[in-house]
Protein backbone atom coordinates (compact mmCIF):
# COMPACT_ATOMS: atom_id res chain seq x y z
CA UNK A 1 0.00 0.00 0.00
CA UNK A 2 1.16 3.10 -1.07
CA UNK A 3 1.49 6.71 1.38
CA UNK A 4 0.18 9.76 0.43
CA UNK A 5 0.82 13.37 0.61
CA UNK A 6 -1.37 15.84 0.07
CA UNK A 7 0.47 17.54 -3.03
CA UNK A 8 1.76 21.33 -2.40
CA UNK A 9 -0.16 23.88 -3.86
CA UNK A 10 -3.19 21.82 -3.90
CA UNK A 11 -6.13 23.54 -3.58
CA UNK A 12 -7.22 24.54 0.12
CA UNK A 13 -10.44 26.70 -0.44
CA UNK A 14 -13.76 26.01 -2.75
CA UNK A 15 -12.72 29.32 -4.79
CA UNK A 16 -9.07 27.92 -5.37
CA UNK A 17 -11.04 24.27 -6.44
CA UNK A 18 -13.02 25.86 -8.95
CA UNK A 19 -10.38 28.33 -10.36
CA UNK A 20 -8.64 24.37 -11.06
CA UNK A 21 -11.98 23.28 -12.32
CA UNK A 22 -12.04 26.32 -14.66
CA UNK A 23 -8.67 25.85 -15.97
CA UNK A 24 -8.96 21.65 -16.24
CA UNK A 25 -12.51 21.19 -18.05
CA UNK A 26 -11.31 22.86 -21.21
CA UNK A 27 -8.31 20.15 -21.99
CA UNK A 28 -11.19 17.64 -22.11
CA UNK A 29 -11.18 15.62 -25.41
CA UNK A 30 -14.70 14.41 -26.15
CA UNK A 31 -14.23 13.82 -30.36
CA UNK A 32 -12.12 10.09 -29.68
CA UNK A 33 -14.31 6.76 -29.62
CA UNK A 34 -11.80 5.28 -27.07
CA UNK A 35 -10.36 2.05 -27.10
CA UNK A 36 -13.16 -0.93 -28.56
CA UNK A 37 -15.22 -2.55 -25.57
CA UNK A 38 -13.62 -6.01 -24.32
CA UNK A 39 -10.39 -5.02 -25.68
CA UNK A 40 -7.29 -4.69 -23.64
CA UNK A 41 -6.95 -3.56 -20.09
CA UNK A 42 -9.88 -1.65 -18.12
CA UNK A 43 -9.40 -0.48 -14.47
CA UNK A 44 -11.70 0.44 -11.91
CA UNK A 45 -10.94 3.00 -8.94
CA UNK A 46 -12.66 3.47 -5.84
CA UNK A 47 -12.48 5.36 -2.83
CA UNK A 48 -12.90 4.64 0.84
CA UNK A 49 -13.18 7.19 3.97
CA UNK A 50 -13.13 7.23 7.73
CA UNK A 51 -13.58 10.71 8.06
CA UNK A 52 -13.37 10.35 11.87
CA UNK A 53 -9.61 9.67 11.39
CA UNK A 54 -9.00 11.66 8.31
CA UNK A 55 -7.85 8.57 6.25
CA UNK A 56 -8.95 8.20 2.45
CA UNK A 57 -7.82 4.96 1.03
CA UNK A 58 -7.97 4.56 -2.82
CA UNK A 59 -7.84 0.79 -4.92
CA UNK A 60 -7.03 0.53 -8.65
CA UNK A 61 -7.96 -3.32 -9.61
CA UNK A 62 -6.96 -4.48 -13.59
CA UNK A 63 -9.41 -6.21 -15.52
CA UNK A 64 -8.35 -8.31 -18.62
CA UNK A 65 -11.35 -6.84 -20.76
CA UNK A 66 -12.15 -10.02 -22.83
CA UNK A 67 -12.07 -12.09 -19.76
CA UNK A 68 -12.78 -10.01 -17.08
CA UNK A 69 -9.85 -11.39 -15.06
CA UNK A 70 -8.03 -9.97 -12.51
CA UNK A 71 -4.73 -8.64 -13.82
CA UNK A 72 -2.87 -6.73 -10.87
CA UNK A 73 -4.19 -3.91 -8.60
CA UNK A 74 -2.83 -1.60 -6.02
CA UNK A 75 -4.01 0.42 -3.11
CA UNK A 76 -2.62 3.93 -1.78
CA UNK A 77 -3.73 5.56 1.71
CA UNK A 78 -3.54 9.36 2.57
CA UNK A 79 -5.30 12.19 4.12
CA UNK A 80 -8.89 13.85 2.87
CA UNK A 81 -7.51 16.50 0.82
CA UNK A 82 -10.22 18.53 0.59
CA UNK A 83 -13.53 19.37 2.78
CA UNK A 84 -16.92 17.57 1.84
CA UNK A 85 -18.30 19.84 -1.13
CA UNK A 86 -20.92 18.98 -3.20
CA UNK A 87 -19.48 19.19 -6.57
CA UNK A 88 -15.61 19.06 -5.64
CA UNK A 89 -15.61 15.94 -4.12
CA UNK A 90 -12.87 15.12 -7.17
CA UNK A 91 -10.31 17.40 -4.86
CA UNK A 92 -11.16 14.70 -1.61
CA UNK A 93 -9.63 12.17 -3.73
CA UNK A 94 -7.60 12.46 -6.39
CA UNK A 95 -4.41 12.52 -4.72
CA UNK A 96 -5.02 9.06 -3.41
CA UNK A 97 -6.25 8.24 -6.52
CA UNK A 98 -3.59 8.86 -8.67
CA UNK A 99 -1.24 7.57 -6.36
CA UNK A 100 -3.26 4.07 -6.43
CA UNK A 101 -2.79 4.30 -10.45
CA UNK A 102 0.95 5.10 -10.39
CA UNK A 103 1.42 2.06 -8.27
CA UNK A 104 0.12 -0.36 -11.23
CA UNK A 105 2.92 -2.69 -12.04
CA UNK A 106 0.77 -2.42 -16.14
CA UNK A 107 -0.48 0.05 -17.83
CA UNK A 108 -4.62 0.68 -17.03
CA UNK A 109 -6.19 1.23 -19.98
CA UNK A 110 -9.33 2.52 -19.76
CA UNK A 111 -10.23 3.80 -16.34
CA UNK A 112 -13.96 3.35 -15.20
CA UNK A 113 -14.68 5.46 -12.21
CA UNK A 114 -17.67 4.99 -10.10
CA UNK A 115 -18.73 8.39 -10.11
CA UNK A 116 -19.51 11.35 -12.96
CA UNK A 117 -17.55 12.57 -15.25
CA UNK A 118 -19.57 15.27 -17.72
CA UNK A 119 -22.65 14.68 -15.47
CA UNK A 120 -21.39 16.92 -13.20
CA UNK A 121 -22.77 20.79 -12.35
CA UNK A 122 -19.70 21.88 -13.54
CA UNK A 123 -19.33 19.40 -16.15
CA UNK A 124 -15.83 18.03 -14.66
CA UNK A 125 -16.45 15.07 -12.37
CA UNK A 126 -13.62 12.80 -10.81
CA UNK A 127 -13.57 10.60 -14.61
CA UNK A 128 -12.88 14.57 -16.73
CA UNK A 129 -10.62 15.26 -13.87
CA UNK A 130 -8.27 12.04 -13.78
CA UNK A 131 -8.53 11.82 -17.23
CA UNK A 132 -7.19 15.68 -18.09
CA UNK A 133 -4.78 14.90 -14.98
CA UNK A 134 -3.34 11.35 -16.34
CA UNK A 135 -4.21 11.54 -20.26
CA UNK A 136 -5.66 8.12 -20.09
CA UNK A 137 -9.21 7.35 -21.24
CA UNK A 138 -11.85 7.98 -18.35
CA UNK A 139 -15.42 7.00 -17.82
CA UNK A 140 -17.77 7.18 -15.10
CA UNK A 141 -20.39 5.23 -13.87
CA UNK A 142 -22.46 6.44 -10.98
CA UNK A 143 -25.00 4.31 -9.18
CA UNK A 144 -27.25 7.94 -8.94
CA UNK A 145 -28.62 10.45 -11.43
CA UNK A 146 -27.19 13.34 -8.90
CA UNK A 147 -29.10 16.53 -9.92
CA UNK A 148 -30.10 15.11 -13.41
CA UNK A 149 -33.50 14.47 -14.92
CA UNK A 150 -33.94 11.05 -17.14
CA UNK A 151 -36.82 8.78 -18.38
CA UNK A 152 -36.93 5.16 -17.44
CA UNK A 153 -35.28 3.63 -19.50
CA UNK A 154 -37.08 0.13 -20.87
CA UNK A 155 -36.69 -2.86 -18.94
CA UNK A 156 -34.40 -4.76 -20.70
CA UNK A 157 -30.61 -4.92 -20.65
CA UNK A 158 -29.25 -2.66 -22.87
CA UNK A 159 -31.82 -0.04 -22.88
CA UNK A 160 -31.01 3.50 -22.31
CA UNK A 161 -32.48 7.07 -21.69
CA UNK A 162 -30.65 10.28 -21.90
CA UNK A 163 -29.13 12.01 -18.58
CA UNK A 164 -30.21 15.40 -18.87
CA UNK A 165 -29.23 19.14 -17.28
CA UNK A 166 -32.55 21.09 -19.06
CA UNK A 167 -32.07 19.98 -22.50
CA UNK A 168 -28.31 18.91 -22.83
CA UNK A 169 -27.63 15.50 -22.84
CA UNK A 170 -24.80 14.95 -20.06
CA UNK A 171 -24.92 11.08 -19.91
CA UNK A 172 -27.38 8.13 -20.42
CA UNK A 173 -29.22 5.74 -17.73
CA UNK A 174 -28.18 2.65 -18.85
CA UNK A 175 -30.08 -0.84 -17.28
CA UNK A 176 -27.18 -3.53 -17.23
CA UNK A 177 -29.54 -6.23 -16.11
CA UNK A 178 -33.48 -6.88 -16.80
CA UNK A 179 -35.81 -5.13 -14.54
CA UNK A 180 -32.87 -3.51 -12.87
CA UNK A 181 -32.08 -0.12 -11.50
CA UNK A 182 -30.43 1.98 -14.30
CA UNK A 183 -26.72 3.22 -13.69
CA UNK A 184 -25.45 6.85 -15.11
CA UNK A 185 -23.10 6.66 -17.64
CA UNK A 186 -21.34 9.91 -18.94
CA UNK A 187 -17.89 10.46 -20.58
CA UNK A 188 -14.41 11.02 -18.75
CA UNK A 189 -11.94 12.18 -21.15
CA UNK A 190 -10.86 10.21 -24.94
CA UNK A 191 -14.45 8.24 -24.69
CA UNK A 192 -17.16 9.13 -26.20
CA UNK A 193 -20.88 8.46 -24.82
CA UNK A 194 -21.48 5.36 -27.24
CA UNK A 195 -18.90 3.59 -25.91
CA UNK A 196 -19.06 4.53 -22.42
CA UNK A 197 -22.08 2.92 -22.71
CA UNK A 198 -20.56 -0.60 -24.77
CA UNK A 199 -17.54 -0.52 -22.72
CA UNK A 200 -20.09 -0.77 -19.35
CA UNK A 201 -22.32 -3.49 -20.85
CA UNK A 202 -19.53 -5.53 -21.52
CA UNK A 203 -18.04 -5.01 -18.10
CA UNK A 204 -21.45 -6.16 -16.53
CA UNK A 205 -22.39 -9.44 -18.02
CA UNK A 206 -24.35 -10.32 -14.51
CA UNK A 207 -24.75 -7.60 -11.73
CA UNK A 208 -26.00 -3.94 -12.17
CA UNK A 209 -22.78 -2.52 -11.32
CA UNK A 210 -19.21 -3.08 -13.50
CA UNK A 211 -16.82 -6.11 -12.33
CA UNK A 212 -14.39 -2.98 -12.23
CA UNK A 213 -16.42 -1.08 -9.71
CA UNK A 214 -17.02 -4.11 -7.63
CA UNK A 215 -14.03 -5.25 -7.53
CA UNK A 216 -12.17 -1.67 -6.61
CA UNK A 217 -14.99 -1.39 -4.34
CA UNK A 218 -14.27 -4.52 -2.33
CA UNK A 219 -10.54 -3.66 -2.48
CA UNK A 220 -10.59 -0.62 -0.67
CA UNK A 221 -12.97 -1.15 1.97
CA UNK A 222 -10.62 -4.02 2.77
CA UNK A 223 -7.63 -1.58 2.55
CA UNK A 224 -9.53 0.84 4.68
CA UNK A 225 -10.44 -1.40 7.22
CA UNK A 226 -6.23 -2.60 7.57
CA UNK A 227 -5.18 1.05 7.19
CA UNK A 228 -7.12 2.02 10.29
CA UNK A 229 -6.85 -1.15 11.96
Known sequence: MTTVRIPAGWPATEEQARAVQDELRGRVVLDEPGPPPGTGRVTGVDVAYDDERDVVVAAAVVLDAATLDVVAEATAVGRVSF??????LAFREIPTVLAALDALPCPPGLVVC???GLAHPRRFGLASH?????GLPTIGVA???F????EEPGVRRGSASPLLAGTVEVGRALRTQDGIKPVFVSVGHRVDLDN????????APKYRLPESTRHADSLCRRALQEATA
Open 83 to 88: PYVPGL
Open 130 to 134: LGVLT
Open 196 to 203: ACAHTLAL
Open 143 to 145: KNP
Open 147 to 150: TFSY
Open 114 to 116: DGY
